[in-house]
Nanobody, 124 residues
Framework: QVQLVESGGGLVQAGGSLRLSCVAS????????MGWFRQAPGKEREFVAA????????ITADSVKGRFAISRDNVKNTVYLQMNSLKSEDTARYYC?????????????????WGQGTQVTVSS
């Protein structure tokens, strides 16, 4: 059984920073890629960023490019989302997801496992 557990969310002022973490566990769990998605109230879940487990490919949504960065630590089985220059429109629940096979994509329905999410609230 694969488990993804997010942490690091919270309340932050606009312009501030947060780092989200996602720890992956499960017997012999080696995904092809890991992604971060977010969902604001009343809106559809949207792609934020993704990275291959090897780290050789990353993709980032235009809405967060230059402000957010995804990275991974294979030793710790952890994926991070560093979020800088946060804006009120970044307020959402952030989810970690795992994709078992290539290619690396930004589509919600192409990811196989999901965490429960962590709430990020940016006050203006």
């Amino acid at each position: 059984q694969v488990q993804l557990v997010e942490s690091g969310g919270g309340l932050v002022q606009a312009g501030g920073s947060l780092r989200l973490s996602c720890v992956a566990s499960g017997r012999t769990f080696i995904p092809y890629g890991m992604g971060w998605f977010r969902q604001a109230p009343g809106k559809e879940r949207e792609f934020v960023a993704a990275v291959t487990w090897s780290g050789d490919i990353t993709i980032t949504a235009d809405s967060v490019k230059g402000r957010f960065a995804i990275s991974r630590d294979n030793v710790k089985n952890t994926v991070y989302l560093q979020m800088n220059s946060l804006k009120s429109e970044d307020t959402a629940r952030y989810y970690c997801a795992a994709k078992l096979r290539p290619p690396l994509l930004d589509s919600v329905d192409k990811y196989n496992y999901w965490g429960q999410g962590t709430q990020v609230t940016v006050s203006s």
